[in-house]
């Protein structure tokens, strides 16, 4: 039985230490990145990239880059979730197949392809990397809660130097590192964390 939504938010915790004999198949890796990627997204581009990194020969690699954290070698995969900058290129399939499929009428997509690749094609770089990075979080959010579901955990990780990263990787210069998420079962049950009371976090209508 699948578990309960709120089931898999609350049990959700960033895990460190993995069993390193458990194998995730590429058929349900590749059905949790097709979850994940139901996430939205601006303008439904879908800037999110996925380098899957499997081979133990790799994840080797990758341990120093990323300064050395053990959860690299030891969890099934890592999975770098990358932003496509140069993603408003799949502008015009995006949309033509959302009026194949139904989803859409042409006289919209007709008047929404061009007036959103002359918007992000012009994007000054910051704003196009806040674009795929905020896109890239919600998609790796996803994929972390889907994990959960599918009965396996993950820890997100910003700690790994990315420019290493895309050079032994060979990375194409256009895609943004968003983050790392190690991906597998726990061999070490994670701690607990503490969350702000949400009453000093929010506020009402506006700020005074
Ligand atoms: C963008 C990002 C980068 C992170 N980088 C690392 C990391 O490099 N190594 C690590 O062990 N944890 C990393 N974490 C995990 C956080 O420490 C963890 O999410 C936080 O302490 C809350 O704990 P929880 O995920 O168990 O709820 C990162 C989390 C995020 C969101």
Sequence with gaps: MEPAFFDVIRERHSVRYYDPTVTISEAELKQMLEE???APSSSNLQPWRFLVITDPAE???LKPIAYGQQQVVDASAVIAVLGDLDSYQNTERIYSSAVEMGY???????RMVPRNIETYKNLPIEAARGVVLVDGGLVSM???LVAKAHGYDTVPMGGYDSVKFKDAFHVPERYVPV???AIGKAAREAHPTYRLPIDEITVWNRYE
């Design 59 to 61: 994840k080797e690699r």
């Design 179 to 181: 983050m790392l998420i």
């Design 36 to 38: 994940a990627a139901l």
């Design 142 to 144: 996803q994929l972390m």
């Design 104 to 110: 859409m009428n042409e006289e919209t997509k007709n």
